[in-house]
């Protein structure tokens, strides 16, 4: 594992906040999807010449799947009018392939992860649920829910099995704090976005919540990567 090809990842993300906070619109619509971009190419210079049919390489190529629909997904989001069912659709794809790149967690050695499940995920996305409702109605923005609520599930899934990992990938444990840490932050970034959009804006929560997003991305994408390289490898 080469954490200097992290570097140019960083630097890209780091002028990206740069133009976020100081409102340089023309330098944001080159460096926020460049971020996404950076992260697939590090990918595939990791990946190399690995083989994506047979053994675990599927799992890298829902990884690559999940890092594209996520860059369509910002694409989208900075587009004049902001489609926001359009760009919410493409981040459900991006986190469909992204659990789809985790191995399965359901097994007879996982009761761990089950027993995490019963007290941790399912109250987290039931309160969220309630919020959701609570702020859409008061909005009056109730079309929204139903897919908005989707999402939460699927987002949640993604954590959950993320976080499933410490049982499961035995080989290096650290890949799976990688893993884990990128899809709680994920997590943290969507719900602190739906605060800012639908709640209140706070002068620096639209940073915070780019920060997190970026930084979930690169730490997830990173741990899976390198989880399955080193068994392929």
Avoid: C
């Avoid at 090809?5 to 906070?21: E, S």
């Avoid at 990918?43 to 047979?54: E, L, P």
């Avoid at 990992?165 to 893993?179: E, T």
């Avoid at 969507?190 to 970026?214: C, M, N, P």
């Amino acid at each position: 594992m080469n954490y200097l090809l992290l570097l140019p990842v960083l630097f890209i993300m780091v002028a990206d906040w740069y133009a976020l906070q100081t409102k340089k619109i023309k330098l944001g619509y080159v460096t926020k999807p460049l971020v996404i971009i950076a992260i697939l190419i590090t990918a595939f210079i990791q990946i190399g010449t690995t083989k994506f049919i047979g053994t675990l390489a599927g799992n890298l190529l829902w990884l690559l799947i999940g890092l594209a629909f996520s860059l369509a997904g910002d694409i989208t989001l900075m587009l004049p009018k902001r489609p926001f069912k359009l760009g919410l659709s493409l981040f459900l794809i991006a986190h469909i392939a992204y659990n789809l790149a985790i191995t399965p967690v359901f097994q007879s050695s996982t009761l761990a992860p089950s027993i995490f499940l019963a007290i941790f995920v399912v109250p987290v996305v039931i309160f969220f649920a309630y919020l959701l409702q609570r702020v859409m109605n008061a909005r009056k923005i109730l079309d929204l829910y139903t897919p908005t609520l989707l999402y939460l599930i699927v987002i949640s899934s993604t954590l959950y099995r993320a976080i499933s990992s410490f049982f499961l990938w035995k080989s290096n444990p650290l890949f799976s704090y990688f893993a884990a840490l990128g899809a709680l932050s994920m997590f943290y970034a969507d719900a602190l976005l739906g605060y800012r959009q639908w709640v209140i804006e706070h002068k620096y929560t639209r940073l915070i919540s780019r920060i997190f997003y970026q930084l979930g991305q690169l730490l997830f994408a990173f741990g899976v990567l390198n989880h399955y390289l080193s068994l392929i490898q």
